[in-house]
């Protein structure tokens, strides 16, 4: 079981910037993809970005495009989400998750608090 622990949330006015971490405990040999998900109060869990550990072209999506940056190190087992520019809709809980070929997105973070004040 792999497991992920988030860190790097908290309150920035707006147009500040946060970088969050993802720490995953080991990596299996399924498990080929690492992404960033949001859920704001009231509303359904979507993915913000995501990232091959073998590279590739990141994903992203339009509300955070230009924004956010995703990275990561593989050395460290670790995925970073640098956020700039935030607006008070980014204001969400933040979670890490691993896509696994055969299971799909099934390992998931606590989720970190990320509030931006307008």
């Known amino acids: 079981q792999v497991q992920l622990v988030e860190s790097g949330g908290g309150l920035v006015q707006a147009g500040g910037s946060l970088r969050l971490s993802c720490a995953a405990s080991?990596?299996?040999?399924?498990?080929?993809?690492m992404g960033w998900f949001r859920q704001a109060p009231g509303k359904e869990r979507e993915i913000v970005a995501a990232i091959n550990w073998g590279g590739g072209t990141p994903y992203y999506a339009d509300s955070v495009k230009g924004r956010f940056t995703i990275s990561r190190d593989n050395a460290k087992n670790t995925v970073y989400l640098q956020m700039n520019s935030l607006k008070p809709e980014d204001t969400a809980v933040y979670y890490c998750?691993?896509?696994?070929?055969?299971?799909?997105?099934?390992?998931w973070g606590q989720g970190t608090q990320v509030t931006v004040s307008s």
């Open positions: 080991t990596r299996t040999s399924g498990n080929y993809r």
């Open positions: 998750a691993a896509q696994d070929y055969a299971k799909g997105w099934s390992n």
